[in-house]
């Protein structure tokens, strides 16, 4: 594709996507504005409220005449594969939001069988690898702190809590380490997203933080994003020990939704900033929690955005990726 052509796709992304774009702010460089200053500016945008007003919208139901150009021109915007969708017919999509939660059709995505792990959601690839002092990268060189993402660790009793480190205690067998992998989903993505291992969820935490864009962009410039944003934590056990899997919200994104938890709700109105609300899977009745096959449907986000694993594992883990790299569901994300 030609730069003009990229040039004339990017104006609809601007409208559809940032509706406030955090690059609006990129001009404030030239006039001697320090980062800290635009960064200040940008956090102080009430994206929750916008991405309220921009879900209102997506409800709204078009006219029949209206579905296909409105969404055509996504479609064009975007790049996204209509032949993969399991209803092609862009008439029967009554509103945005039915249009961008579309499924696919069931071959479209075949779900590796020979690697423990994989990738739970179409994407990119942004980072990946050990996690090193109780740090990760949201992108190559810009980090947040581990606890502050997955807050305190009182999710199971079965942890050990008397180790120094917050990335020691999450390591229950001896010899392992901990490993990360951060997928970015775009516009134009497939936006559910399914159990990328087989596992048992016992925990769900839920930050109801702010709603920036999770854009690469914007990952490079704010350090500990993913700490700001609302975002779904999901931790458990697979056969190697502590497993997480996290829904990170984003602006125009204030709905995740998780298809066995029916009391999680996103993007209120009101929140009390650096809280957060537990919910326990585990109970006298069901003492394994929530158990998740690999491939099974997990959840679904409203719009593009990001899912964070962060996962135990003997040291021989092996990744099976590439920094940057396009993936889907399915497919190979490492193995022992």
Not at 111 to 116: I, K, L, Q, Y
Not at 142 to 171: A, C, H, M, R
Not at 291 to 317: C, H, W, Y
């Amino acid at each position: 594709m030609s730069r003009s052509a990229l040039k004339l796709r990017s104006w609809p992304l601007t409208i559809l996507y940032y509706l406030l774009p955090f690059a609006a702010l990129r001009p404030l460089a030239r006039v001697g504005w320090r980062p800290t200053s635009r960064v200040a500016i940008y956090k102080s945008v009430p994206t929750r409220l916008l991405s309220r007003a921009w879900g209102r919208l997506n409800q709204v139901e078009l006219p029949t005449w209206l579905r296909k150009p409105v969404y055509s021109l996504y479609i064009w915007t975007f790049g996204v594969n209509m032949k993969e969708a399991a209803v092609e017919d862009l008439h029967q999509y009554r509103n945005l939001s039915e249009f961008f939660r579309r499924k696919l059709k069931p071959q479209a995505r075949p779900v590796c069988d020979s690697h423990c792990v994989i990738s739970p959601a179409d994407g990119k690839i942004l980072h990946f690898g050990r996690v090193k002092n109780c740090e990760v990268e949201q992108v190559k060189g810009v980090t947040y702190s581990l606890e502050s993402f997955l807050g305190p660790q009182t999710w199971t009793e079965n942890l050990p809590i008397s180790k120094t480190s917050f990335q020691d205690q999450l390591v229950t067998k001896e010899g392992n380490e901990l490993y990360h992998c951060v997928i970015y989903l775009a516009p134009g993505d497939y936006h559910c997203f399914h159990s990328p291992t087989d596992w048992k969820v016992f925990h769900r935490r839920h930050f109801p933080g702010s709603l920036m864009s999770v854009n690469p962009g914007v990952a490079r410039w704010i350090k500990e994003l993913f700490c700001y944003n609302e975002r779904v934590v999901l931790t458990g056990g697979w056969q190697h020990g502590f497993f997480s899997l996290t829904a990170v919200g984003a602006t125009n994104v204030g709905s995740i939704r998780i298809y066995f938890d029916r009391d999680l709700q996103t993007n209120s109105p009101r929140y009390s900033k650096g809280s957060h609300n537990d919910m326990s899977y585990v109970t006298n009745n069901n003492q394994d929690g929530i158990v998740m096959r690999k491939g099974e449907q997990l959840g679904e986000f409203n719009l593009g955005s990001t899912i964070v694993l962060i996962f135990e594992a003997p040291k021989d883990f092996t990744f099976n990726l590439k920094a940057g790299q396009k993936i889907h569901f399915g497919e190979a994300v490492g193995s022992l």
